[in-house]
């Protein structure tokens, strides 16, 4: 079983939403900065959204800003991508990662992918015009 198992990924037209979930049952959830990055083809992963660990703090790519919102639940050990007004230029694998918060002693760089210990495995998101 591994350590994040995201769902929800698929197929939705343009303007359309989709959601994201991630469940990290067997990691130490709470201490743990989540985030959401996507690869697109021909591109880098790149950080869409990330949350602290007691989700006051969030921050957001600019291409998603003000479409999708992350949101946690520490008692399910839950992280969720809400996806609204889809574009075209969304899709890709969209991965569910975790490092140590700033608050318990991570590095605090949050907007680094090398600074994620944990990955999922990816969910296929496609967004057709």
């Known amino acids: 079983q591994a350590l994040l198992e995201e769902s929800g990924g698929g197929l939705v037209q343009v303007g359309g939403s989709l959601r994201l979930s991630c469940l990290a049952s067997?990691?130490?959830?709470?201490?743990?900065?989540m985030a959401w990055f996507r690869q697109t083809p021909g591109k880098e992963r790149e950080v869409v959204a990330t949350?602290?660990?007691?989700?006051?703090?969030?921050y957001y790519g600019d291409l998603v800003r003000g479409r999708f919102a992350i949101t946690r639940d520490n008692a399910k050990k839950t992280v969720v991508l809400q996806m609204n007004n889809l574009e075209d230029e969304d899709t890709g694998v969209y991965y569910c990662?975790?490092?140590?918060?700033?608050?318990?002693?991570?590095?605090?760089?949050?907007?680094?992918?090398?600074?994620?210990?944990?990955w999922g495995q990816g969910t296929q998101v496609t967004v057709s015009s």
């Open positions: 990662a975790g490092m140590l918060d700033y608050e318990h002693s991570g590095s605090g760089d949050f907007r680094n992918r090398a600074q994620y210990e944990y």
């Open positions: 067997r990691l130490p959830f709470s201490i743990y900065h």
């Open positions: 949350i602290n660990w007691n989700g006051d703090s969030t």
